[in-house]
């Protein structure tokens, strides 16, 4: 996983609550990723942060934040969780010149 | 809509044999495609990088191609192990934006023995 730590890895919560997911790499990265994986839909794109403190919608922003206050880590938060942001969600960081992503393993989020 | 379209249901090969997946985009300028692996309960890791301007990559028993012309990435496998079991997304990033990578929905391998 080449240095990308997620947490929590599971998490179950209930609808109208917050959420915050911590990513954390160890590579000075400049470029994150949140990406969402639901069966039929792959890896969507949430947001992507392309430097301390820039960062930038992605396909399914609606409902997520996110902040990188440091290069190392990058939150993703669900201010008033719903059912349907049940998924699995993924961190990725990378480097635009090697056009290579290194993915976290992932964290579960349950939402009741 | 733009759209990346991997075939979801799963292929199921013989060892041995050489497993083809494939990979359709519309709607984009991609300035490269990519291959990556997926292990159940794991995240993804890059198998296989291919620019817009070359037509075929390899790697040990892997190889991809890419036609800009058809809008097509073929990924093969040959000689293919149980062990290759696993899914496997393709990924394009476009020319507008390098910094942007979008997925399609994965293919699942089953190799039997």
């Known amino acids: 996983d080449a240095g990308i730590t997620q947490s929590p890895r599971h998490k179950v919560t209930e609808t109208g609550t917050p959420v915050t997911l911590r990513c954390h790499q160890t590579e000075n990265h400049r470029y994150m990723y949140w990406y969402r994986q639901d069966p039929g839909h792959g890896l969507r794109l949430i947001h992507y942060?392309?430097?301390?403190?820039?960062?930038d919608k992605g396909e399914v922003s609606d409902g997520y934040s996110v902040s990188r206050s440091k290069t190392e880590d990058f939150l993703l938060t669900l201010e008033s969780a719903t059912s349907s942001q049940t998924s699995v969600y993924f961190c990725?960081?990378?480097?635009?010149?090697?056009?290579?992503?290194?993915f976290g393993e992932g964290s579960r989020l349950t939402v009741l | 809509s733009q759209k990346i379209e991997q075939n979801s249901e799963a292929l199921n090969i013989q060892e041995g044999k050489t497993a083809t997946l494939t990979c359709n985009y519309t709607n984009y300028s991609p300035a490269y495609l990519q291959w990556y692996r997926q292990d159940p309960g794991r995240g993804p890791v890059l198998l296989l990088l291919?620019?817009?301007?070359?037509k075929e990559k390899r790697k040990e028993r892997l190889k991809v191609t890419f036609d800009t012309t058809l809008k097509q990435s073929l990924f093969h496998i040959t000689a293919s192990q149980p062990a290759d079991s696993a899914t496997y997304l393709c990924?394009?990033?476009?020319?507008?934006?390098?910094?942007?990578?979008?997925f399609g929905s994965g293919t699942k391998l089953n190799v039997k023995p």
């Open positions: 291919i620019r817009e301007n070359e």
């Open positions: 990725a960081a990378g480097q635009s010149n090697t056009g290579e992503l290194f």
């Open positions: 942060s392309y430097g301390v403190k820039d960062t």
């Open positions: 990924a394009l990033v476009p020319l507008d934006n390098f910094n942007k990578f979008y």
